[in-house]
């Protein structure tokens, strides 16, 4: 049957049709009546169609096509209808369930053990190997195939020829033997030297994964001593182990991702008071969508906003709880009474309309000790109502960010110094910057804008390292117009460093009041990095860049990443 039928539909993919069928007649001498049968399977639809002739089957088949496009077309608007009413559901109730969590930030707390787990500070991963990939294959020996024994005839047996013939067999087969023989010793000096070949290589990679494991042991135990002797000081009560330790817990707080979570931290062992400058959220960060709606007509998501007075409710909530919040896991956690008051002083980082700048102010301080603070019920305090009981001070209201002045600032002369070190690198250049202790790095970064700032008679002071301050030293320049505060950071990096150690050092150098901040690093930065730091006064130093300054005083290194990255015990 030459026959054919064709049809045309705007989702062929989900059209499945039949084999055109035809139905004779009794004599089969001529066609009754054309079938064919459709399906479409998103629609779940099917339906058989016939005709005497093609040319009416045919209109039926475009017929069918075009209603079941009109179909779909109509079951594609309700799916969109549908989706789009289920994303705008969705997103009502993630900015609601949003709300909740910030309308819970207190309550959230007071059934979490605030208390370090300095186990949980420790490294305990184990070491992992890497196994020698290669393969020992021995080598086969290609061994010919015997001679085929010679045929002997009736007549050469009776003519005495025979034993000629198989003595020739016998010495022809010896020869074979003797070929196999040579072969096969051939074949087993060459897998003999192979193997010993592939043995040295496996040997020499155990001992080098013997030294990755013992350098990664080194680290691990290094880190774990660290870890040690941080809760030992902090047991008894350094300043700045007991600093670090503050920062330990407020960070191990899950707050909701509007809030910063960064802070300066002052302790003052003679008045055991803790001073807690903390950044707060802005209005703007508030989850505000009330409803999202999906407009039919337009396939776009509208969004009504909850009211001026219900943010400005929200906001001055959240505030008072995460002062109320902070402290309460500061006291809990200070489980041998280092700290007697906690000064707590809310800061809110925002733009100043009036100048076009970012400013920094004090919207909320409270000072109170330990023992009145832990008599109050937090489960049952209205937010507000208990920071005006503990004499706290603040705006009215919070939402226009007024600033106010703080019960007690933090001291502007950095305790954070520490002594620098002297740090010698050998005279044939051949130290690797790449793979040097990173305190050592630090240190050395520190005296080489040490020796530049001393120029302009400045100096550079190196800080002592914490989780939440990220400065690795702070430089003044005297100069009047051009100096001022500089943070400088160090990152003893063998890959690329990302735009989030970028962004970090913007953030820390807005903190310090600093005119400038450099961040200096082994390797290079990516291009993130370069577009997020082109507009801000952000100076990024990469490996060739420090290995010219270092040429300039007279110092002498390279930087070799792959093999730091072989000496660490990193991966490629």
């Not at 943010?311 to 809990?332: A, G, N, S, V």
Request: hydrophobic fraction near 35%; include cysteine; proline fraction near 3%.
């Amino acid at each position: 049957m030459s026959e054919r039928i064709s049809f045309q539909s705007i989702c062929l993919s989900n059209i499945s049709a039949g084999e055109l069928r035809a139905k004779y007649s009794a004599s089969g001498d001529r066609i009754l009546r054309y079938y064919i049968d459709f399906r479409h399977l998103e629609l779940g639809l099917h339906k058989e169609l016939s005709a005497p002739e093609i040319s009416i089957l045919q209109n039926k088949v475009d017929t069918l096509m075009a209603q079941w496009d009109a179909k779909y077309q109509t079951h594609l608007e309700k799916k969109e209808l549908a989706a789009g009413k289920e994303m705008a559901e969705e997103l009502s109730n993630e900015a609601e369930l949003q709300r909740s969590r910030l309308r819970n930030t207190l309550g959230h707390t007071l059934s979490i053990d605030d208390t370090v787990d300095w186990d949980v500070l420790k490294e305990h991963s184990d070491f992992k190997s890497e196994p020698f990939a290669k393969m020992w294959h021995s080598k086969t020996a290609n061994i010919p195939a015997a001679p085929a024994p010679p045929k002997i005839t009736l007549f050469q047996k009776i003519t005495g020829k025979s034993k000629k013939l198989s003595a020739d067999y016998d010495r022809l087969l010896n020869s074979h033997y003797e070929e196999i023989r040579r072969i096969e010793r051939e074949i087993e000096e060459e897998n003999t030297a192979a193997y010993e070949e592939w043995k040295a290589e496996r040997d020499e990679w155990n001992r080098k994964e013997e030294i990755r494991r013992q350098d990664f042991l080194k680290a691990q135990q290094q880190t774990n001593t660290k870890v040690d002797e941080l809760k030992k000081a902090w047991r008894e009560g350094h300043p700045t182990a007991v600093e670090e330790h503050a920062s330990i817990v407020l960070e191990a707080s899950d707050h909701d991702e509007i809030v910063p979570k960064t802070w300066d931290i002052l302790y003052d062992s003679e008045s055991k008071t803790l001073l807690v400058e903390y950044s707060l959220p802005t209005p703007d960060d508030l989850p505000t969508t009330k409803t999202v709606r999906f407009i039919k007509s337009t396939g776009e998501l509208k969004e009504t906003h909850i009211s001026a007075k219900d943010k400005k409710e929200l906001y001055d909530d959240l505030c008072f709880q995460i002062c109320l919040r902070t402290i309460h896991e500061l006291f809990e956690a200070d489980s041998h009474n280092h700290l007697e008051k906690i000064v707590f002083n809310g800061q809110a980082e925002y733009i100043d309309r009036s100048k076009g700048q970012t400013v920094q102010s004090t919207i909320i301080s409270v000072m109170t000790g330990k023992a009145a603070f832990s008599a109050i019920n937090l489960a049952e305090v209205e937010p507000r109502a208990c920071f005006k009981s503990l004499k706290g001070v603040s705006a009215a209201s919070l939402v226009g960010l007024s600033p106010i002045a703080p019960i007690m600032k933090l001291n502007k002369e950095d305790k954070r110094f520490i002594d620098a070190q002297d740090i010698v690198l050998s005279d044939d250049g051949a130290t690797n910057l790449a793979a040097m202790n990173w305190e050592e790095f630090e240190h050395l970064v520190r005296d080489i804008f040490d020796r530049e700032f001393a120029a302009r008679g400045g100096e550079v002071k190196v800080t002592q390292s914490s989780s939440d301050g990220g400065v690795d030293a702070i430089g003044f320049d005297p100069d009047p117009i051009s100096g001022g505060k500089v943070v400088i950071q160090a990152k003893r990096y063998t890959k690329t460093v990302g735009v989030n150690a970028v962004r970090d050092l913007y953030g820390t150098t807005l903190n310090e009041g600093a005119i400038k901040g450099i961040l200096v690093t082994t390797s290079d930065f990516g291009p993130d990095a370069h577009k997020f730091a082109s507009d801000k006064p952000l100076t990024l130093m990469t490996g060739s860049h420090l290995l010219h300054l270092l040429e300039k005083h007279g110092i002498n290194a390279k930087i070799d990443l792959r093999a730091a990255r072989e000496e660490l015990g990193l991966r490629s």
